[in-house]
């Protein structure tokens, strides 16, 4: 084979022939099984980058949503994304194999799979946001300095002033936030919320948790305090339950709005705050808010929505995955906790738990109530 110039093509350089060192290879069969066993399981973990790169592609050029109406082939989705047929092929191909998509009955097109479906933009919880988070610079950069971080390095902006700095990210995390929130929110929403009169978020960036218990229950108010950056989404994202919901602008670790005064009682939610937070910050918040119930007077309870951490399971949960991907983009002591850790935190600040709920995947619900103040 030449090329138009006569010249033969140099072909990669390929290194799969050469001998391996002496005392690495296998002596028999079954040692050759053993060996390739215990090579696989890195190889798998390894393998993830590529299966992630699928997920991108499916994702940067929202080829869920062009799927969403039903099969399309390959050359027609190319022409849509503007990009090279037989390349977008080949992703789509190993996107069958992981279930994301599915062979249609006409040659080379493709359905979208339940699975695949969270991918597009419009399904409530889409899985979309997530995908071109984690595939953002400060995502990527985050988690290849982990060895930077184990030595005591820290970067030079914090992940917030990174998101404040790209308001494409930015916007782009927001969704991620309300999206992972959903599902929690549907299942928080389901709870016997008579007692109660008002819920005021705590960091609840666009309110997905406040919404979703304010629209279950009409007789609650609420109250969302956020960052000016994350406020001003936040009130197009609740403006149409009208005077019920009050966006309030504020730092939390300064001071949080007081109980309402109205009937029932007041529940403070922390949804997804603590785990970004060291021991140290994670006991000031809640001392935050302990002193708003104290100086009150009045009755509250805090609902503390996070995931929790099982040491007893062998296999890693999304709890372990996200404590590693916490330490890597709030290095100064972001991490997710044990129920015990999370029970310690809550009795150094002033609170006694009353409460354990599961609520979606590793989540739950943690209720608590403030303790008197000491005479």
Known sequence: M????????????????????????????????????RRGVIQRILGADADFGVLLVIARFRIADLLAEGPRTVEDLAAQCGVDAAKLGRILR??????????????????????????????????????????????????????????GGEPETTLYEQLDADPVLGQHFQRFMTARSYAAGQLL??????????????GGGHGTLLSALLRQHPHLSGVLLERPSVAIEARKHLADLGGRCEVVEGDFFTAVPAPGEG???????????????????????????????????????L?????????YLMAPTMADRLNV???????????????????????????????????????????????????
């Open 303 to 311: 609902w503390c929505v996070d995931m929790l951490i099982q040491p």
């Open 2 to 37: 030449t090329t138009a110039s006569g010249k033969k093509p140099t072909l990669p350089h390929r290194t799969r022939g050469a001998q391996l060192p002496q005392q690495t290879s296998p002596a028999g069969v079954s040692d050759l099984f053993s060996y390739a066993n």
């Open 94 to 151: 190993v996107a069958v194999k992981l279930k994301l998509l599915d062979h249609a009955s006409q040659p080379d097109s493709f359905v979208l799979t339940e699975e695949g479906r969270q991918l597009c933009s419009d399904v409530p919880g889409s899985l979309l946001w997530a995908v071109l988070v984690t595939a953002s610079q400060p995502w990527r950069e985050a988690i290849t300095s982990l060895p930077h971080v184990l030595q």
């Open 325 to 375: 991907r916490m330490m890597a983009n709030f290095p100064a002591g972001g991490q997710e906790r044990t129920f015990g850790e999370y029970s310690d935190l809550m009795t150094a600040a002033g609170f006694q738990l009353v409460t354990r709920e599961p609520l979606d995947g590793d989540t739950a619900l943690m209720v608590a109530e403030a303790l008197p103040a000491k005479s």
């Open 189 to 202: 929403a389901q709870r016997d919320c008579s007692h109660v009169g008002t819920v005021i978020d705590i």
């Open 263 to 301: 009937d029932g009682i007041t529940v403070y939610v922390l949804g997804s705050v603590l785990h970004n937070w060291d021991d140290v910050h994670a006991i000031w918040i809640l001392s935050t808010i302990r002193d708003a119930i104290r100086a009150s007077g009045r009755q509250a309870q």
